[in-house]
């Protein structure tokens, strides 16, 4: 008996290690948006709907680890990129079909809208999804490529990842997001003489120029395609439509 309890203690601590390792690396996010998310960020939703109680367990791993002052900075940046986007899939699967996320809630903005229903639970606080994005992502980190990595389910979002993002690799995460992101011409048509820009540069100017001289200085660095203060610079139309694979 003795020797059957001390192969249990054993065991038993290492089995909550891995299970908090794996809840660290997102292992089951990254497993949905494999079977789900097309090449490019194309949405499965009848797939996610078939696969709900999937989603709802991973989505019940994020509402039972907060992220605390113990995680690195880029585990929690992380956390809650994941988040936002788990939760925003969660929304649609709900509500589906739908033609655009913008059906859901009322039509006020930061009054009634999708993004202000209260239905994320992690931790002892009650989210919606403005509150993750501008209250939490936007507010704490400073970093501007988040845009190229939260996913608004809608066509002119920037394509939602087919892998969890994750600390360890969330820096060459984001320079992919924003490398594909200005070279994909369904979202940003780039020459040197004229740029017609996804708005997403002009809604959140200032996330980029507090890190960056410019908005063109940002693009320089991650387009291959270089501008100046030449460039003729417009906006392109945003597409609400739902970024659904059907």
Sequence with gaps: MRFKIYIFLLIFPLGILSQAQEHLEHTQWTNLLKKYVDAKGNVNYKGFKKDEAALDKYLSILSNNHPNSTWSKDDQLAFWINAYNAFTIKLIVKNYPVQSIK????????VNTAWDIKFIKIGDETYDLNNIEHGIIRKDFNEPRIHFAVNCASESCPPLRNEAFVGANLEKQLAEQSRNFLKDKSKNIITAEKAQLSKLFTWFKGDF????ESINAFINEYSSVKISDNTEISYLDYSWKLNDSK
């Excluded at 059906?103 to 930061?110: A, D, N, R, S, T």
């Design 209 to 212: 120029t507090d890190r960056y």
């Design 103 to 110: 059906e859901l809630g009322g039509g006020i903005y930061k």
